[in-house]
């Protein structure tokens, strides 16, 4: 079993502390070994080679890692003490009472920190920073001389072995731990991701921008391409001085043109007839190449045919990641052709099928959807079962589940789902009524909802003061409908966003293991529930092993208690989570044209609007924050 090795700065000094008895509230830590920063490499990388191994527990990944990998050194595992902080102070799995003293206030050094992921970002691969690499990364220049927060990583360390041992049902503590683990490892993962980047021919986006848009335009002028269509929805709208990009000019005109429509969003549009619409989406979408992947983008997140933007894990609250600048998580598939494979090296691109409704349905141990998805196509196993009559329908009625519908077909699908699904539906219609009464819920592994907002809470109060009128109780009620549309997502999103963490930990171990001869294999990519390898041609079919292995690892380790059942002619059963593999030079040739692929145009039309229109959206923001309302 790896031993914990701490590592902390005192005095401009890092120190190296082992603790006496792992787990022990009140043991004293051994006497700390001080490394000078430029020898820390060659120590970490010494303590790495060690049999049993470490797992190195230290305040922030972002903070350590990236100067280690630019030494040529990598960890193996490590205890993010600040990712973890934020998981067990609000985890119902530990007693709230526990929560509050050891923790009863914010630590702004703490709590407001970003763990130095700009530090992070600065790092670059492409620098040779010499002798001041570990002098700069993780340092903190405040710009008044002032000393940088102070983060007890000792205190820190014993403060949330407590909150674990705290947890009395031995299940729920092994599952926090193994939340954390992967919480952690995604950490780890997220630096590599940056420093390695994903393979992208430059010369290949070129030619795709110029081909779309037109040549490369001066600063603030539009393309080519974007400036003919703008013309073009001029001259049906009969609007001469109309702006396209500017939303309420653009709705005022089509209300005046006859379109009966609320906004500009290309699900509502998709729904007329009128000729201005086929413009008008097209220009939209190149629009958003131009601004999200266009030149400066290329120019600001490319760099020697790598694409490198910076990865935030627990980006959102359920503990998806999320980017933070370069739109890592969101490629389009008209620029994934640039993302070719080094010559000799080919991709290796992975997708979790169908992940979510899977891990619904683990999660209910819904035996009847786990033989659905057993089948292999989850919504074809859906119609086999008879729940619904189309493919269609039952990928629409099944987000439609996820995400909270009540309208549309969506919403006239999911009643249907819930006779023949009534424990995976059971679930998430209880997790709903939770939020609207205000309550918390938790994910599989541990991870909580935050709880309701001032505002929220100050609605419910309105609603049922003795003046309250009908104004104040649909605005009550509304809210609670809303909350509850979020906690519905949150528990599902959320688990599913353990599995993938848990998933990837298991893939970087497996590359780690792999021949080095002709390069080593490593992550490019990740997007939720989809990865990209890049490894060298003769090592790809053992990359291919090695993620499907972790795949059947990740779920063993989740869902221990169950085991898929048999297919219908007696065979070995499928993974609870099977994976379409497709090993290519190019991003372009990925297993989007898979099975999903050929749903119907209308039942991808309704679960977009359902995000669209925040029903359930992909990233389940907090209601009532910047991305919900």
């Known amino acids: 079993m790896a031993r914990d090795v701490l590592l902390l700065e005192r005095d401009g000094a890092l120190h190296l502390v082992t603790p006496l008895a792992a787990g022990g509230d009140d043991a004293a ?24 191994g470490v797992r190195w527990v230290w305040d922030s990944t972002f903070r350590h890692h990236p100067a280690l990998i630019a030494a040529g050194v990598r960890v193996s595992r490590c205890w993010d003490l600040r990712l973890a902080r934020s998981i067990l102070r609000g985890s119902s799995a530990v007693p709230p009472e526990v929560r509050s003293g050891t923790w009863p206030d914010r630590d702004p050094a703490w709590d407001d920190w970003d763990g130095d992921l700009g530090s992070a970002a600065a790092v670059s691969p492409l620098e040779d920073r010499g002798d001041t690499l570990f002098d700069t990364v993780g340092a903190v220049d405040t710009g008044d001389g002032a000393r940088p927060p102070h983060r007890d990583v000792v205190a820190e360390h014993a403060r949330q072995l407590r909150a674990l041992a705290a947890v009395t049902d031995p299940e729920r503590r092994h599952r926090l731990r193994l939340l954390l683990a992967a919480e952690s490892s995604g950490a780890l993962a997220a630096v590599e991701l940056r420093h390695d980047g994903l393979p992208f021919a430059r010369a290949e986006h070129e030619a795709t921008l110029d081909r779309l848009l037109g040549p490369r335009p001066r600063p603030g002028v539009r393309p080519a391409t974007l400036e003919r269509l703008a013309g073009e929805i001029r001259t049906i709208l009969d609007a001469p001085r109309l702006n ?25 549009l998709q729904g007329s007839d009128h000729p201005v619409v086929a413009v008008l989406l097209e220009y939209k979408g190149l629009a958003r190449l131009a601004s999200a992947n266009g030149w400066h983008w290329m120019d600001t997140w490319v760099r020697a045919d790598r694409f490198r933007s910076d990865y935030v894990p627990s980006g959102v609250v359920t503990g998806r990641w999320s980017s933070r600048g370069g739109g890592a998580l969101s490629l389009p598939k008209v620029i994934r052709s640039a993302v070719v494979a080094d010559p000799g090296w080919s991709l290796v691109i992975v997708d979790a099928a169908q992940l979510e409704p899977r891990i619904l349905a683990a999660m209910a141990g819904d035996t009847a959807l786990l ?43 999911v009643p249907r789902l819930a006779r023949a699904y009534p ?74 966003a353990e599995w993938a963490l848990s998933w990837m930990a298991g893939v970087r171990q497996s590359l780690r293991r792999l021949p080095t001869g002709d390069g080593a294999p490593h992550l490019a990519f990740f997007l939720h529930d989809e990865l990209v390898v ?10 291919v092993d090695a993620v499907e292995r972790a795949a059947v690892q990740a779920s063993a380790l989740l869902f221990p208690h169950l085991r898929p059942p048999p297919t219908a002619d007696g065979r070995e059963p499928r993974p609870l989570v099977p994976l379409d593999v497709v090993v290519a030079r190019t991003y372009a040739e990925s297993v989007d044209a898979g099975a999903d692929a050929d749903a119907e145009g209308a039942a991808d039309t309704e679960v977009g609007a359902l995000v669209d229109e925040g029903v359930g ?13």
């Open 423 to 496: 424990r995976a539906l059971g679930l998430v219609d209880g997790a709903a009524r939770t939020g609207e009464a205000g309550g918390v819920v938790t994910t599989w592994l541990g991870r909580s909802s935050p709880p309701t907002s001032a505002a929220w809470r100050e609605a419910q109060g309105a609603a049922s003061g003795i003046d309250a009128g009908a104004a104040d109780e649909s605005r009550a009620r509304s809210r609670a409908r809303e909350w509850g549309r979020f906690t519905r997502n949150f528990v599902v999103q959320g688990t599913a």
């Open 617 to 629: 959206t992909a990233v389940a923001p907090v209601p009532g924050s910047a991305t919900g309302s």
């Open 244 to 268: 396209p990009d500017s939303q309420p000019h653009l709705l005022r005109e089509l209300r005046r043109n006859g379109l009966d429509v609320s906004s500009t969003s290309k699900w509502e």
């Open 371 to 413: 033989a659905a998805g057993a089948r292999g196509d989850l919504y074809q196993g859906l119609v086999d079962a008879g729940a619904v009559d189309t493919r269609a329908h039952a990928k629409v009625g099944m987000l439609g589940a996820l995400y909270g519908s009540t309208s549309g077909t969506s919403g006239m699908l």
């Open 534 to 543: 890049h490894t060298p041609d003769t090592l790809a079919v053992h990359v």
């Open 29 to 52: 830590p051994a006497a700390p070994r001080i490394v000078a920063r430029p020898d820390l490499p060659g120590v970490v990388a010494d303590l790495e080679a060690e049999p049993e």
